[in-house]
């Protein structure tokens, strides 16, 4: 897989931030994690021909806040790689609203991209060799007439 896509973390339970492991809290580099893979993501899918377009910021510091605006951004990120490809049913809604005050919300987000990156690893460049007309049959990238 993608090194984007399996560094992402949609596992965060209770029991993290009552031992306060690093993975229950948000910081600069988890924003930069998220922000690369939707960047990743977004690259492949307009190179196959689903044309989106993202706003990445991958250069959080420590010092950087979470403005509304920049979290705004990046759930226009999301629903961007979203609405350019499909999502299985299992996948989470995308949150109206991006505060990262809860673990599960965050789970949500690397969740919704590590779907979308598993989908376009899997598929591509499959989608565009997988046709079917009536009359004919594609066999890899050879077409036989019946």
Same mark, same amino acid.
């Given at each position: $897989?993608?090194?984007?896509?399996? #560094?992402? %973390?949609f596992?965060?339970?209770?029991?993290?931030?009552?031992? $306060? *492991?690093? *993975?229950?809290?948000?910081?600069?580099?988890?924003?930069?994690?998220?922000?690369?893979? %939707?960047?990743?993501? /977004?690259?492949?899918?307009?190179?196959?021909?689903?044309?989106?377009? =993202?706003?990445? *910021?991958?250069?959080?510091?420590?010092?950087d806040?979470?403005?509304?605006?920049? $979290?705004?951004?990046?759930?226009?990120?999301?629903?961007? %790689?979203?609405?350019?490809?499909?999502?299985? /049913?299992?996948t989470?809604? #995308?949150?109206?609203?991006? =505060?990262? =005050?809860?673990?599960?919300?965050?789970?949500?987000?690397?969740? %919704?991209?590590?779907?979308?990156?598993?989908?376009?690893?899997?598929?591509?460049?499959?989608?565009?060799?997988?046709?079917? *007309?009536?009359?004919?049959?594609?066999?890899?990238?050879?077409?036989? /007439?019946?």
């Amino acid at each position: $897989m993608s090194k984007y896509i399996d #560094t992402l %973390i949609f596992d965060r339970v209770a029991a993290d931030v009552q031992e $306060m *492991k690093d *993975k229950a809290y948000i910081a600069y580099n988890d924003l930069n994690r998220i922000e690369s893979a %939707i960047k990743w993501v /977004s690259y492949v899918l307009n190179r196959y021909g689903y044309q989106n377009v =993202t706003r990445n *910021k991958l250069n959080w510091k420590p010092e950087d806040r979470r403005t509304d605006s920049e $979290m705004d951004r990046l759930r226009a990120n999301l629903v961007a %790689i979203r609405a350019a490809y499909y999502t299985p /049913s299992s996948t989470p809604q #995308t949150p109206e609203k991006i =505060t990262f =005050t809860s673990i599960y919300q965050a789970n949500f987000i690397e969740r %919704i991209i590590y779907d979308l990156g598993v989908l376009v690893e899997a598929s591509f460049p499959g989608p565009r060799r997988l046709s079917c *007309k009536l009359g004919q049959r594609t066999l890899g990238n050879r077409r036989i /007439s019946l």
